[in-house]
């Protein structure tokens, strides 16, 4: 069973910083791509950031870019995304996502989600 697991999340002021993580079971981690989304109240899931399979590459979106990295470690089957200078419209459910081959693909395997809460 493919298991994709968020932890990091919480409440934080505004321009502060959270850390997630996403850890991966059950899956061959290193051929996928895993991507940051997030959904806020009313809104669709957008998409934050991705790393592709070797972490030769990484994308961000805009509200992402500067403030925000994503990285992986293949030998620890993890994901993470370092968010700095938080703002309260970063206030989201935030998901984790495993697409096979690359960033861009259909994403496959989805973790549960984690609450993500910058107050002003």
């Known amino acids: 069973e493919v298991q994709l697991v968020e932890s990091g999340g919480g409440l934080v002021q505004s321009g502060g910083s959270l850390r997630l993580s996403c850890a991966a079971s059950?899956?061959?981690?290193?051929?996928?791509?895993i991507a940051w989304f997030r959904q806020a109240p009313g809104k669709e899931r957008e998409g934050v950031a991705c790393?592709?399979?070797?972490?030769?590459?990484?994308y961000y979106q805009d509200p992402a870019k500067g403030r925000f990295a994503i990285s992986r470690d293949n030998a620890r089957n993890t994901v993470s995304l370092q968010m700095d200078s938080l703002k309260p419209e970063d206030t989201a459910v935030y998901y984790c996502g495993a697409a096979y081959i690359g960033c861009g693909y259909e994403y496959n395997y989805w973790g549960q989600g984690i609450q993500v809460t910058v107050s002003s």
């Open positions: 790393v592709d399979p070797n972490a030769s590459d990484t």
């Open positions: 059950g899956l061959i981690f290193d051929d996928y791509a």
